[in-house]
Structure formats: C-alpha cells, structure tokens
C-alpha cells in the first residue's frame, strides 16, 4: 500500500480472520503483518491523512476497536523495547487523541 486510504484494509483484514474466521489476535495479526507493507512516497504533511475519530467510531466502530488494539500493542512494544519518553511515544502513536482526529 503507498497512501493513507487503502491502510482500512489491515483492520478489516483483521476483522475478518477474529470475527468471522475465529482465529485469535496472534494469529490473525500474524497473518496481516505478512500480507501488507506500507510506504508512502509523498512525504509531505498533507499526504499523511488523519481521519476524525468521531466519525471513524461512527462508520466503522468494530475497525476503530481493532486499530485501538494495533495501536495499544504497538505502544507497548515501543516502551518494552525502545523507548518510555512520552513525548516519542506520543509522535508515533497511530492514534492522535489530542486534536479529535
């Protein structure tokens, strides 16, 4: 994937192996992380989109779950075995919570 619209994939992805598949976190997560790759080749601000969290819980409340989950991991793997300082922590959260988006 090179761009911010079709990263949706990654949690409905997960969606389908958890919810319809019944398989668990691990293993669907082990699934996912082998199926996509992102990059982006436009590194300006204006291509790196935030989507609103109100609206996304509103579409899609079962994907804004699964991203929470992505994001809590994530954040726990970082602080685990890179870093505590919640200034980086902050940066690179998937989730920005600060500003609504």
Known sequence: MNDTHPVIAIPELMR???????LSWVKAWSITSKTFAYTNHTVVPEALE???LPLFEELLPRHIQII?????????DVKKNYTTDPDIVSAISIINESGGS
């Open 68 to 76: 929470y989950e992505i994001n809590r991991r994530f954040i726990e």
């Open 16 to 22: 389908i192996l958890i919810d319809q598949e019944g």
């Open 50 to 52: 935030e989507w609103s």
